[in-house]
């Protein structure tokens, strides 16, 4: 039932968005479709037919798009550079390992600063400090110093994805952490129990809900932190070195279908670990 | 005569706040004996909670002396040697009745925990709810799980605060009636914290009037009910003439702030 009322507005959505692009892509791609539309006669039908079809588009329409995703993923053996399913398991490698190194100190840094007043007050300003650096700037340096002292490939991407993705996790973690009320820590006080059972009892399961929270956002900056750390390699592989080559050399349609595959990933990471979410709140009795 | 279980002397505790001092508690003589049901009865501000805290080492004392079992009450916190129930249940929500129910027994590392478990909720009468989550019950069931949970690793002492004062009359009722069998068959020594005359009078073998500003105990009024009685003694004119010796205790008490 509740799907089927939700269909109409989200496709009502979809179409606005797809007419709009339909649209949007014959003055936007008139630099370059203007001499062709000529040549071709002019009108209405060879404007649309010239600028919905051009092969190297300012802005490509959504079909050919489709198109190329299509051609690179059903059509190209996915261990070939060529196919788009080679380049996605690069970033997508990277990002899980990065993922799985962000959590972890993400989720360590949040236990350090919850016992400690100390660390609170000297390891928060950096961790804060740290974010407001812009990755596109030190993603090169990181590569090259690493590179240098011969790490290369996915340790460098994935510590870039890492870098992002720690910050929303330690931040969530942090409060979480510290959610349970007085009284349950009261409890757990009478009880002379240890802090370590304190954490695993009360303060772990307490902070599900921040924790699911977090690694939804997580996963998709490490993804996005993947990207950026394959433009400065010259990597061969990998959404973003797709993206990059697709610059070189003008193939704006390479870009856009690289750009679609990767939220595409982005959308479906962050709905598993919904579905994780899910699982483990029925597991903790969750009212339904 | 047997040791006192809980002794306090010229007991005194001040909060320092940014507004300066306040007085929580003010020479505070109290004996509680084995087997005792004691209720701190007063208006709200008095202290009788931060009384109990303190009994129970949440709240640290700044003045005089208190023992719990002749121990610091740090030391027999350290040594469990009371169950708390709070004002509210605070079960772990991601616990069902039982798991909540062995809590102290895990950490603790007490053994014997299934039956230890059977055994309490018998007890409040919950048998047959093991499985259920704390959302799939009535707040009077939550609390009858809190007391479980408190009684689970069997400590001879029992500190409650206000447990029923969220209930209902009704409910109220029926859980005083449980808790004085319950008293009666475990022969634990119980403080109890609350607001409530009738169930003050009712429960107590002891009752403890306090006064705010500064908190501090200005009537301290046995009683001599049998030990196995009914909600029908609360129309006996003794239970009367008690509960009208405490109320007049606390209206002088109150006499100060107007």
């Known amino acids: 039932m509740k799907t089927k009322r939700h269909f109409i507005p989200v496709l009502t959505i979809c179409a606005a968005i797809l007419v709009l692009w339909y649209v949007a892509c014959i003055p936007m791609n008139a630099v370059v479709a203007e001499t062709k539309i000529t040549a071709a006669g002019g009108g209405f039908a060879n404007t649309l037919a010239v600028s919905w079809g051009l092969d190297r588009p300012v802005i490509p329409a959504p079909h050919q798009i489709v198109t190329e995703i299509w051609n690179s993923v059903f059509l190209i053996a996915p261990w070939k550079v060529k196919s788009l399913v080679f380049h996605i398991w690069v970033t997508l490698t990277s990002t899980m390992l990065g993922f799985v190194m962000g959590t972890l100190l993400g989720v360590g840094l949040a236990v350090a600063i919850i016992h400690s007043k100390l660390l609170n007050k000297s390891l928060m300003p950096w961790i804060i400090a740290s974010q407001t650096i812009p990755i596109l700037a030190i993603a090169p340096m990181i590569i090259g110093v690493l590179g240098s002292v011969g790490f290369t490939g996915l340790v460098p991407k994935s510590l870039i994805s890492m870098y992002l993705c720690f910050f929303p996790i330690a931040i969530g973690m942090v409060k979480g952490l510290t959610s349970p009320d007085p009284m349950q820590l009261d409890l757990m006080r009478t009880y002379n129990a240890s802090a370590s059972q304190v954490l695993w009892k009360l303060r772990f399961p307490a902070a599900m809900p921040f924790l699911f929270t977090s690694l939804k956002v997580a996963i998709a900056i490490a993804l996005t932190g993947a990207i950026v750390g394959e433009l400065p390699t010259g990597a061969q592989g990998g959404l973003g070195a797709r993206m990059l080559a697709g610059s070189y050399y003008g193939q704006t349609i390479q870009i856009w279908a690289a750009l679609v595959a990767a939220s595409f990933v982005a959308a479906s990471l962050v709905y598993a670990i919904g579905g994780m979410e899910r699982v483990v709140n029925v597991r903790m009795g969750a009212r339904p | ?258």
């Not at chain 2, 706040?17 to 209720?39: I, Q």
């Not at chain 2, 616990?95 to 102290?104: D, K, Q, S």
């Not at chain 2, 059977?118 to 093991?130: A, I, M, P, T, Y």
Request: proline share 5%; net charge neutral; hydrophobic share 45%.
């Open chain 2, 1 to 258: 005569m047997a040791q006192a279980v809980i002794e306090a002397k010229d007991l005194g505790l001040t909060f320092q706040t940014a507004d300066g001092p306040v007085f929580a508690l003010s020479k505070v003589d109290l004996s509680v004996e084995e087997g005792d049901f004691v209720s701190f009865i007063g208006p709200s501000g008095c202290g009788k909670t931060t009384l109990l805290r303190a009994i129970a080492d949440l709240e640290k004392f700044t003045e005089g002396t208190l023992t719990v079992n002749g121990m610091m009450p740090e030391q027999a916190r350290l040594a469990r040697s009371y169950g708390y129930v709070f004002q509210a249940p605070a079960l772990y929500p991601w616990r069902t009745v039982e798991a909540n129910v062995g809590l102290p027994l895990e950490i603790m590392g007490i053994g014997d925990a299934a039956s230890r478990i059977q055994r309490n909720l018998d007890l409040v009468n919950l048998s047959g709810f093991e499985k259920k989550f704390p959302w799939q019950l009535s707040g009077g069931m939550q609390q009858r799980v809190s007391i479980a949970r408190a009684l689970a690793f069997d400590p001879k002492l029992l500190l409650m605060d206000e447990p029923f004062g969220a209930l209902d009359e009704i409910v109220r009722d029926k859980l005083n009636q449980q808790l004085l069998e319950l008293w009666d068959r475990t022969k634990k020594t119980v403080v109890f914290v609350t607001h409530s005359i009738p169930e003050a009078v009712f429960l107590s073998t002891k009752i403890v009037v306090m006064s705010p500003r500064p908190g501090r105990i200005i009537d301290v009024i046995k009683t001599n009910f049998p030990r196995q009685r009914t909600l029908d003694i609360r129309e006996t004119p003794e239970f009367l003439k008690i509960a009208q010796r405490v109320r007049e205790g606390l209206k002088a008490g109150h006499a100060y702030e107007d």
